[in-house]
C-alpha cells in the first residue's frame, strides 16, 4: 500500500527514515502519522531512534533483510537496541552517509564508486550481497537517486538506458524511471519503499505514483 505522508512537513521522507522487509527506523521526533503510515503502508514494526545524534536516518544508513550499515559518527549506544533485532555495523569510511550513498536489496548493492575496500568488503559481510560500484544517471550518490526493492527500482529520470539495464541486471528485479514530490529527480530521498508498500512525499503527484505502483508493484 502506498501512502503520501511526510516527516514534521518535509516531503523528503527518504533523507530521514529508513526500512527494510520488517523494521523501519524514524527519528524521535517522527509525528504519528507519519509512523502510521509506515507501519499501515509498508506492514513493518516502526523503532524511533536517534543516530549519530541527527535525524537524517535514511541518508545515513541503507538496509536489507540481512543487516544495516550506518555511518562511523553513530554512537555505539545508538546501535545497540538496532543490534538486538537485525544485525546492523558502523562503517569506517569518509563517505559516511551510507543511505545516500549505498543502493540495496537482497540480491545486490551498488555503492558510490569512491567508497574504499574496507567499506565495500564490511558492505558485503553485513548486507550478504555483490556488491558493485558505480554511478546512476551522472551521480555518485546512487541511494538518494534510486530506489530498490525485491520487486523494482525507481531511478532518477536521466537515468540511461544501458544504466537501466545494469540495474535490472544486478539487483534482478525491473528498472524504471519517475520523479516524485512534483518533479524531484531524486527519488531515493523522496520516499522510502519495501516489497509491501511505500511512504511517498506528499507532494507527489498522481501521475507520479501511477510510475511508483508500475516499477515497484507489478
Known sequence: MMKL??????????????????????????????????????????????????NILGSLTAMNSYGGITSSMVALSEVRPIIKILPFKRIRDRMSACGNNILVNDNAALVNPDLGRSAIKQITDILQVEVVQGMVAGHKTVGSVCVATNKGILCHPSTTKAELEM????????????????????????????????????????????????????
Open 5 to 54: 505522508s511526510s516527516y514534521n512537513g518535509n516531503p523528503f521522507i527518504g533523507v530521514y527514515c529508513v526500512a527494510n522487509e520488517s523494521i523501519a527506523l524514524v527519528p524521535p521526533d517522527a509525528p504519528q502519522p507519519l509512523i502510521d503510515d509506515i507501519a499501515e503502508g509498508m506492514e513493518v514494526t516502526v523503532m524511533k531512534t536517534p543516530l549519530a545524534s541527527s
Open 167 to 218: 540495474l535490472r541486471s544486478l539487483f534482478k528485479v525491473p528498472a524504471a524511471i519517475g520523479t516524485l514530490n512534483y518533479g524531484s529527480p531524486l527519488v531515493g530521498a523522496c520516499m522510502i519503499a519495501n516489497t509491501k508498500g511505500a511512504a511517498i512525499g506528499f507532494r507527489s503527484t498522481p501521475i507520479e505514483m501511477g510510475r511508483v505502483e508500475d516499477a515497484l508493484f507489478p
